[in-house]
């Protein structure tokens, strides 16, 4: 009798995460993953075509657990500094995580993997920018509509994404200061 899966596409994402984690990328293929998850090499091909798609298709995943966070974040009722420190936060994991297992060199190998890559980052920042103007027009601009005289919402969301980005990536930079100087630019929410 033929065994019943509850969540395939998960549990091939899953163990492609951790042969990728424990073994490395070398070690990442279609059989690897069927053996290990107990499934035919023909189930993962009915989700992925190949191992460019698969590892996209893990990045995707990434990406999705990181704004689940987001908006965990955006529906709490704490005030605007805290939930942009909690952004930061969860940032900084996230980014170390994706650091050490998607950015490596291997996945840059392949004129392919830089060019979906490069495409999937796009959509994935300007969502996260999304995010953050988000919360800013919630938390901000509802309530302090004379900044729309100085600032837009997505200048704004911009300027604090790409510099809570930047924090991240240099430890010379940090968060305490960039919210000193937010604060002088769009003062304590209302």
């Given at each position: 009798m033929a065994r019943v899966i509850?969540?395939?596409?998960?549990?091939?994402?899953?163990?492609?995460?951790?042969?990728?984690?424990?073994?490395?990328?070398?070690?990442?293929?279609?059989?690897?993953?069927?053996?290990?998850?107990?499934?035919?090499?023909?189930?993962?091909?009915?989700?992925?075509?190949?191992?460019?798609?698969?590892?996209?298709?893990?990045?995707?995943?990434?990406?999705?657990?990181?704004?689940?966070?987001?908006?965990?974040?955006?529906?709490?009722?704490e005030d605007f500094y805290l939930?942009?420190?909690?952004?930061?936060?969860?940032?900084?994991?996230?980014?170390?995580?994706?650091?050490?297992?998607?950015?490596?060199?291997?996945?840059?190998?392949?004129?392919?993997?830089?060019?979906?890559?490069?495409?999937?980052?796009?959509?994935?920042?300007?969502?996260?920018?999304?995010?953050?103007?988000?919360?800013?027009?919630?938390?901000?601009?509802?309530?302090?509509?004379?900044?729309?005289?100085?600032?837009?919402?997505?200048?704004?969301?911009?300027?604090?994404?790409?510099?809570?980005?930047?924090?991240?990536?240099?430890?010379?930079?940090?968060?305490?200061?960039?919210?000193?100087?937010?604060?002088?630019?769009?003062?304590?929410?209302s």
């Amino acid at each position: 009798m033929a065994r019943v899966i509850d969540d395939p596409k998960g549990l091939i994402l899953d163990t492609a995460q951790n042969i990728l984690c424990k073994e490395g990328y070398a070690k990442l293929s279609m059989r690897n993953i069927a053996k290990e998850a107990g499934l035919a090499v023909g189930t993962i091909y009915n989700y992925y075509s190949d191992k460019k798609d698969l590892v996209i298709g893990m990045m995707e995943e990434y990406w999705k657990k990181y704004f689940k966070i987001l908006e965990e974040i955006e529906a709490s009722e704490e005030d605007f500094y805290l939930k942009l420190k909690k952004v930061f936060h969860y940032l900084q994991d996230f980014i170390a995580n994706f650091r050490e297992i998607w950015l490596k060199v291997e996945f840059y190998s392949s004129k392919d993997y830089v060019e979906a890559g490069i495409a999937r980052e796009e959509i994935y920042i300007g969502k996260y920018m999304k995010s953050i103007e988000l919360l800013l027009i919630k938390e901000i601009f509802n309530n302090k509509p004379e900044l729309y005289d100085k600032i837009s919402s997505r200048e704004l969301s911009e300027f604090i994404s790409m510099n809570l980005i930047t924090i991240v990536q240099m430890k010379n930079f940090n968060y305490e200061s960039f919210e000193k100087v937010l604060k002088i630019i769009i003062g304590e929410p209302s």
